[in-house]
């Protein structure tokens, strides 16, 4: 499926052509309509429609993240109606409204023939006063203007006409040359190739014998970055580094049809016992948990703060200005309940916006428009800050969230991973959670803003285009802004009487001691609204299995014994699975358990949960040559992962299937 063209545009001007925006409410819409793209037929995203009448702009909407726009209270009468985007053709249509109402309209713009495979910045002087104000990331030159390529990664840049104020430093990323037309032209060539990516190293799971380690101890995980990343690189034409495979972040990036809790828990357990798809003589355990649902209509009041990295390094069309158009997308869906506060850093940090209500979009959107990219990166000041902030707004009955978008590159004041995270977590006790939200390649850093979400008691999502903002900030919404159980943890004792040994995939950097899962003062993950999480054991119930034999063998214990108590051989239960959960008001854990019985399903007969999650497993076996891949190939993930699409209702696991082919293919 093709993505909404990655074109951006940070002129201010565009924006301030219209004067006011209309926002969903209950009182009915006059005129309507759904702005799609010609030939691919997908939405087009914060598009600005224009209801014009003699000559004049009456009200202005932007198309949400399905490309619905809605006008109200429009009296009976002939109006003309303009629909604007960058990189598309302008689109103008006379509509006529007649008894209150007008007809449903479906509009298809067409992508622009313009060339735009370069970035061009035009621009005038610059004054002292509006340099330092970009130094601060608040305020933009109004007149500057970028275009970029839709399939750029950095791309290519030049300046016209840039003509050099006398008070104003020399940009040194910028050759000055002269070519005898135009005194202190400057052109910034293609940089050079560099990669300062940073990720964790990962040591991957061992198969445990019961007898030596009968309870495994991990957090749940919902953080979904890993498989962004893994998109990202696959949709280049490159391999993902081994250490961005984050197995449980791929699995989890998926939902499951898993039931919702019928108990009054916030969350519902499921397990399955099935076939090994990658070793058939093993089986798979499949544990599935499925937070409860909320409709966005009775989601309780949010007070947000937006912290935005705004340095130099985020001067890239993949990454502020991508930034802007994921919250432009939440702004839309947020109700007027729901206010905005908005935080900037560079090289040092600012407050671009109080705390707004969400009557108020359009002036949360022009303040979101006019941020700019420059200067160094001071993030722990802009943590603070954005912290600070939410606490003087602080809702106690609603969701208090600071939401972090960057790519990590911390390089001024507080920057290294334990300053960072022990920061985070004197925050968090305060009752206000932080989501991260990455952008861009080259600098990222993710090892950083994994620490960072898993500390905030907040999710980690990596945004690489815009169905992907759709997908955590519309779609999933709920999941990403409302916690329903906090510091959950997972804990499975295995009966040594019929399993030999196990290995839980993933999940390596969320181990736990045996002990922290009754220590209630342990943080562990959180489960948002409607989130569902995933994990799958490896299991080997014959001694006589290759994978048994190359356990390393330990020495008889002198003073105690490891015989099995004699209920382990009497029962039907192969292992017993442990939760414990805390209210998200809440300090004291509650604890749910379930025994599984020893039966296995063969793998035809699993369910399309089963085989999805272990084709999406294997797949990061296979792009990390684990040793635990067994027989699998891509082509065999491919037929296990096509045969479980299920209803696939936003297209996820078809996007999936496409990538296999894409790795496969390098």
């Given at each position: 499926m093709r993505t909404q063209p990655k074109i951006f545009v940070s002129v201010l001007s565009i924006f301030l052509l219209f004067s006011a925006f209309a926002f969903r409410t209950a009182i009915p819409c006059t005129v309507s309509g759904t702005v799609i793209e010609k030939g691919t037929k997908d939405p087009v995203i914060s598009a600005a429609v224009i209801l014009n009448q003699n000559g004049k702009p009456l009200q202005t909407a932007?198309?949400?993240?399905?490309?619905?726009?809605?006008?109200?209270?429009?009296?009976?009468?002939?109006?003309?109606?303009?629909?604007?985007?960058?990189?598309?053709?302008?689109?103008?249509?006379?509509?006529?409204?007649?008894?209150?109402?007008?007809?449903?309209?479906?509009?298809?713009?067409?992508?622009?023939?313009?060339?735009?495979?370069?970035?061009?910045?035009?621009?005038?002087?610059?004054?002292?006063?509006?340099?330092?104000?970009?130094?601060y990331g608040a305020i933009a030159p109004m007149n500057l203007s970028f275009t970029a390529s839709r399939n750029a990664g950095y791309g290519k840049l030049r300046n016209k006409n840039y003509e050099r104020s006398a008070d104003v430093a020399p940009d040194p990323t910028l050759d000055w040359i002269d070519d005898g037309n135009t005194k202190d032209k400057k052109v910034k060539t293609e940089p050079e190739e560099f990669n300062t990516e940073d990720y964790d190293r990962i040591v991957e799971n061992e198969f445990q014998k019961p007898t030596d380690r009968a309870l495994s101890t991990f957090s749940i995980d919902v953080d979904v970055a890993s498989y962004g990343i893994l998109r990202k690189k696959l949709d280049a034409g490159q391999t993902p580094p081994k250490e961005s495979i984050r197995l449980e972040e791929m699995i989890n990036y998926f939902t499951y049809d898993y039931p919702e809790p019928t108990d009054g828990k916030p969350f519902s357990v499921n397990t399955e016992m099935g076939e090994c798809p990658w070793n058939q003589s093993?089986?798979?355990?499949?544990?599935?948990?499925?937070?409860?649902?909320?409709?966005?209509?009775?989601?309780?009041?949010?007070?947000?703060?937006?912290?935005?990295?705004?340095?130099?390094?985020?001067?890239?069309?993949?990454?502020?200005?991508?930034?802007?158009?994921?919250?432009?997308?939440?702004?839309?869906?947020?109700?007027?309940?729901?206010?905005?506060?908005?935080?900037?850093?560079?090289?040092?940090?600012?407050?671009?916006?109080?705390?707004?209500?969400?009557?108020?979009?359009?002036?949360?959107?022009?303040?979101?428009?006019?941020?700019?990219?420059?200067?160094?990166?001071?993030?722990?000041?802009?943590?603070?800050?954005?912290?600070?902030?939410?606490?003087?707004?602080?809702?106690?009955?609603?969701?208090?969230?600071?939401?972090l978008c960057t790519d990590g590159d911390f390089n001024v004041g507080v920057s290294n991973d334990a300053e960072l995270t022990s920061l985070i977590?004197?925050?968090?006790?305060?009752?206000?959670?932080?989501?991260?939200?990455?952008?861009?390649?080259?600098?990222?850093?993710?090892?950083?803003?994994?620490?960072?979400?898993?500390?905030?008691?907040?999710?980690?999502?990596?945004?690489?285009?815009?169905?992907?903002?759709?997908?955590?900030?519309?779609?999933?919404?709920?999941?990403?802004?409302?916690?329903?159980?906090?510091?959950?943890?997972?804990?499975?004792?295995?009966?040594?009487?019929?399993?030999?040994?196990?290995?839980?995939?993933?999940?390596?950097?969320?181990?736990?001691?045996?002990?922290?899962?009754?220590?209630?003062?342990?943080d562990a993950g959180e489960i948002g609204a409607g989130v569902s999480v995933t994990a799958l054991y490896e299991i080997v119930t014959d001694e006589n299995d290759a994978s048994f034999k190359k356990i390393p063998k330990t020495d008889a214990l002198k003073y105690q014994s490891k015989e099995n108590k004699p209920v382990a051989a009497k029962t039907d239960e192969m292992l017993t699975v442990k939760i414990r959960y805390k209210e998200p008001k809440e300090n004291t854990s509650k604890l749910i358990e379930y025994a599984v019985k020893d039966e296995t399903i063969p793998l035809t007969k699993t369910s399309d949960n089963f085989r999805f999650a272990s084709s999406v497993a294997s797949f990061g076996m296979l792009l990390r040559d684990s040793k635990f891949k067994g027989n699998f190939t891509f082509e065999k993930v491919r037929t296990l992962a096509e045969g479980a699409k299920g209803k696939d209702k936003e297209g996820y696991r078809t996007e999936f299937v496409s990538l296999i082919q894409k790795a496969k293919t390098l």
């Open positions: 932007l198309t949400d993240a399905d490309g619905k726009f809605c006008f109200q209270n429009v009296a009976d009468g002939s109006y003309r109606l303009d629909v604007k985007y960058v990189g598309f053709n302008s689109y103008t249509s006379n509509i006529l409204v007649k008894d209150g109402k007008s007809n449903a309209l479906k509009i298809e713009m067409a992508a622009s023939e313009q060339k735009v495979d370069e970035v061009v910045i035009t621009t005038s002087k610059v004054t002292q006063a509006e340099e330092q104000s970009i130094s093993h089986r798979l355990l499949h544990v599935g948990i499925q937070g409860k649902h909320m409709e966005k209509k009775n989601l309780p009041p949010s007070n947000l703060v937006f912290l935005i990295d705004v340095s130099g390094s985020m001067d890239m069309p993949d990454k502020l200005p991508l930034v802007k158009q994921s919250l432009r997308m939440l702004v839309n869906e947020l109700s007027a309940q729901d206010k905005i506060a908005m935080v900037v850093y560079a090289g040092s940090s600012g407050l671009v916006l109080p705390s707004t209500p969400c009557s108020q979009k359009e002036k949360i959107i022009e303040a979101l428009d006019r941020l700019e990219a420059g200067g160094s990166t001071a993030g722990a000041a802009g943590i603070n800050l954005a912290y600070k902030t939410a606490k003087e707004n602080l809702l106690e009955n609603g969701n208090n969230r600071v939401i977590e004197k925050k968090r006790e305060e009752g206000i959670f932080l989501s991260v939200l990455g952008f861009g390649m080259g600098n990222y850093k993710d090892s950083k803003m994994e620490k960072l979400a898993d500390k905030g008691n907040g999710n980690y999502a990596y945004i690489d285009n815009a169905n992907e903002a759709k997908k955590n900030l519309v779609t999933q919404m709920g999941g990403t802004l409302l916690t329903i159980a906090k510091d959950v943890k997972i804990q499975v004792e295995f009966n040594p009487a019929k399993v030999k040994a196990y290995r839980l995939i993933g999940y390596e950097n969320r181990a736990l001691a045996d002990k922290d899962f009754n220590d209630d003062k342990k």
